[in-house]
């Protein structure tokens, strides 16, 4: 039997935990120091903190913009993704639909190819056919929103299916000899246990449309234009802002840090729903 070494593993994962908090602590820093000073001898402490960044960041009405845009695009996404991704999961799961493993493998071989390749038919897309009139979807948040469905819901589907079938069939045929609609079976009995699950997808999905930069940045010019690619207008022929830029990058990681803690709870069950069956 192996001897358990708590000591080890205390200082395993706090070595583990300050390489991973490391780069964040040092974005910080620069963050709060002055342009100057980031030339110069580079050091772990500080000595005063320079808050300028910050109030010429928050001063922004342009970047507030962005960051709205991020906040409205990525929470719609991930709802939509979300609620789609539950359907479908639901569809696969319990009835019995012909081929459904080809239907469910098909839809992940969306999510393989790299988002450059869709880049110019999106393009052509949003400029040209759906640019009719008033209506478009180019620079707009509801284009974004369901550009980003193209790559998170085949993610989704992936990542709650295995919840769904962790959810016994025999309660939603218990459920329906009590006299229940299938309207009612789901909201009643499926979705209170796939609550773990859907707050995992909802967080992932989340993040990745928070964090794209590439369709952002070729499928806006301001009105729908996100935080991500405001960074890129601080990298400029006569120099870099690194404080700004910095500075810009702590802000934005609050409302990830905001959802994490809003379905923390949910997160570990949800990744391990359904990963062990009888």
């Known amino acids: 039997m192996q001897k358990e070494r708590p000591l080890f593993n205390v200082v395993l994962w706090v070595l583990l935990s300050v390489l991973t908090l490391f780069p964040i602590y040092w974005l910080f820093v620069i963050s709060v120091k002055p342009a100057v000073d980031l030339f110069?001898?580079?050091?772990?402490?500080?000595?005063?903190a320079y808050w300028t960044n910050y109030s010429n960041v928050l001063g922004n009405e342009t970047l507030r913009r962005y960051m709205l845009n991020s906040v409205i695009i990525s929470s719609g996404n991930a709802l939509l993704c979300t609620t789609l991704a539950f359907m479908a999961c639901y569809a696969?799961?319990?009835?019995?639909?012909?081929?459904?493993e080809n239907i469910f493998f098909w839809t992940i071989t969306n999510r393989m190819a790299p988002a450059a390749v869709f880049l110019l038919p999106f393009f052509l897309l949003f400029t040209q056919v759906f640019a009719i009139g008033d209506f478009k979807l180019y620079d707009t948040r509801i284009g974004m929103i369901l550009?980003?469905?193209?790559?998170?819901?085949?993610?989704?589907?992936?990542?709650?299916?295995?919840?769904i079938d962790g959810i016994p069939k025999e309660?939603?045929?218990a459920a329906t000899v009590d006299g229940a609609?299938?309207?009612?079976?789901?909201?009643?009995?499926?979705?209170p246990l796939a609550r773990p699950?859907?707050?995992?997808?909802?967080?992932?999905?989340?993040?990745?449309?928070?964090?794209?930069?590439?369709?952002?940045?070729t499928l806006t010019s301001f009105n729908a234009r996100t935080i991500t690619t405001g960074l890129s207008?601080?990298?400029?022929?006569?120099?870099?802002?690194?404080?700004?830029?910095?500075s810009i990058a702590i802000i934005t990681l609050i409302p990830a840090l905001v959802v994490f803690a809003v379905v923390q709870r949910h997160i570990v069950a949800g990744l391990t729903f359904g990963a062990v069956k009888e």
């Open 233 to 246: 207008e601080y990298v400029t022929t006569t120099g870099t802002e690194w404080g700004t830029m910095a």
């Open 92 to 100: 696969l799961s319990r009835y019995d639909l012909g081929g459904k």
């Open 147 to 163: 550009l980003y469905c193209t790559f998170n819901l085949p993610f989704a589907i992936w990542t709650l299916r295995p919840t």
């Open 197 to 217: 699950g859907l707050a995992v997808t909802l967080i992932l999905t989340w993040v990745f449309a928070w964090n794209e930069f590439l369709l952002a940045a």
């Open 40 to 48: 110069t001898t580079p050091s772990l402490f500080l000595d005063t």
């Open 181 to 191: 609609s299938t309207w009612t079976l789901i909201r009643e009995v499926v979705f």
């Open 171 to 173: 309660l939603d045929e």
